[in-house]
């Protein structure tokens, strides 16, 4: 089930986002972020965007959310998304399901361009694989830039790369 994220989500989101933080440079957050200031994200977010939990038996497997590209009117149509899935719930399809159901509310929003900004790394290891990249691409999304070395963490650099995806028409 997918459904729209509520505030009462925020220590579940927040158990799912915090392996991320601690254990992968798949954000390039050094701190967890109190249950306070993630609820608060959360509730910023809708106010504009999408925000979508991914449910299988009452428990949340997963999120994905859309937020500002850029804080310019000219890019009101263009949306910059995360996705995040508990850890061990990978390889089971939710990331597709949840994306796609992310894609189709933006779409029915009016906007046109997704924009997926991606840890990437020089060389892979314990904390950063391609497999981020690889599902985007997936996904229908395609390169757009990269960042050389600009993030530190865990002791080394890592490349941070745009990926992009047109869904609609530009009229």
């Known amino acids: 089930m997918i459904r729209?994220?509520?505030?009462?989500?925020?220590?579940?989101?927040?158990?799912?986002?915090?392996?991320?933080?601690?254990?992968?440079?798949?954000?390039?957050?050094y701190e967890v972020?109190?249950?306070?200031?993630?609820?608060?994200?959360?509730?910023?977010?809708?106010?504009?965007?999408?925000y979508l939990v991914l449910e299988e038996d009452g428990r949340i497997l997963g999120y994905a959310y859309a937020g500002v590209f850029k804080n310019r009117a000219a890019y009101d149509r263009s949306c910059e998304i995360s996705i995040y899935?508990?850890?061990?719930a990978k390889g089971q399809g939710f990331g597709r399901e949840i994306f796609e159901a992310l894609e189709a509310e933006l779409k029915d929003r009016g906007f046109l361009n997704l924009y997926a900004c991606i840890a990437y790394p020089i060389v892979e290891d314990a904390y950063?694989?391609?497999?981020?990249?690889?599902?985007?691409?997936?996904m229908g999304?395609?390169?757009?830039?990269?960042?050389?070395?600009?993030?530190?963490?865990?002791?080394?650099?890592?490349?941070?790369i745009w990926m992009e995806k047109f869904v609609g028409d530009h009229v």
């Open 33 to 50: 972020p109190s249950l306070e200031e993630f609820a608060e994200r959360i509730e910023s977010t809708l106010q504009r965007y999408p």
């Open 141 to 160: 999304f395609v390169r757009a830039g990269k960042f050389h070395k600009c993030a530190y963490k865990f002791g080394r650099w890592y490349d941070m």
């Open 85 to 88: 899935l508990d850890h061990e």
């Open 128 to 138: 950063l694989t391609k497999n981020s990249a690889l599902f985007h691409q997936h």
């Open 4 to 29: 729209s994220a509520q505030r009462e989500d925020a220590l579940r989101l927040l158990e799912i986002y915090a392996y991320y933080v601690e254990n992968t440079a798949i954000t390039f957050e």
